[in-house]
T-cell receptor, first 111, second 116 residues
Framework: ELKVEQNPLFLSMQEGKNYTIYCNYS?????LYWYRQDPGKSLESLFV?????AVKQEGRLMASLDTKARLSTLHITAAVHDLSATYFC???????????FGKGTSLLVTP | DTGVSQNPRHKITKRGQNVTFRCDPI?????LYWYRQTLGQGPEFLTY????????KSRLLSDRFSAERPKGSFSTLEIQRTEQGDSAMYLC??????????????FGPGTRLTVL
């Protein structure tokens, strides 16, 4: 069974600071996704990572994938309040189309 | 709006009643997924359709749950004899095929079910 672990689960950071969220997964996969969820809302796709060494950036967020280490990171640069949300990583199962989600990282950016 | 739509958005029911949710995927997407999300957790996969064929089911999908996608367009998820443990957000997602390994899933707003 594919297990996905994120850490930290909760993160409070000051505006302007940098931080990294980690996503480890237990078995081989060729697809990793990052989603954002605001309270009471659905999931918004942020990044799709499909190959070892893939790096994607959008604004203050940058995601990377190391398939050998089974690790993805979501790096936040110079955080702003608008980034406050829950961030999920999801890993595609090798034998099907289901996504296996981590528990999410609840991010709060404070002044 | 061309995103995934779900109805109803909220449903309150009494234990033992049956409920049905509807999902309309993005029109050109032939893959459709159902997930369940409980408070403080990530979504959990329930089932997957390619066109009208149900190709994958999670063991979370007990015999009280059934999903259909007639004609390969909208899908319905029915829960029979609801239990309090069924209270959750039910999310539908869709994705196109033919993009190679992308399989990026686009989620709807969800149906929040409360079983009293």
């Amino acid at each position: 069974e594919l297990k996905v672990e994120q850490n930290p689960l909760f993160l409070s950071m000051q505006e302007g600071k940098n931080y990294t969220i980690y996503c480890n997964y237990s078995t081989t996969s060729d697809r990793l996704y990052w989603y954002r969820q605001d309270p009471g809302k659905s999931l918004e796709s942020l990044f799709v990572l499909l190959s070892n060494g893939a790096v994607k950036q959008e604004g203050r967020l940058m995601a990377s994938l190391d398939t050998k280490a089974r690790l993805s990171t979501l790096h936040i640069t110079a955080a702003v309040h608008d980034l406050s949300a829950t961030y999920f990583c999801a890993v595609g199962s090798y034998s099907g189309y289901a996504l296996n989600f981590g528990k999410g990282t609840s991010l709060l950016v404070t002044p | 709006d061309t995103g995934v739509s779900q109805n109803p958005r909220h449903k309150i029911t009494k234990r033992g009643q049956n409920v049905t949710f509807r999902c309309d995927p993005i029109s050109e997407h032939n893959r459709l997924y159902w997930y369940r999300q409980t408070l403080g957790q990530g979504p959990e996969f329930l089932t997957y359709f390619q066109n009208e064929a149900q190709l994958e089911k999670s063991r979370l999908l007990s015999d009280r749950f059934s999903a259909e996608r007639p004609k390969g367009s909208f899908s319905t998820l029915e829960i029979q004899r609801t239990e309090q443990g069924d209270s959750a957000m039910y999310l539908c997602a869709s994705s196109p095929s033919g993009q190679g390994a992308m399989d990026e899933q686009f989620f709807g707003p969800g149906t929040r079910l409360t079983v009293l």
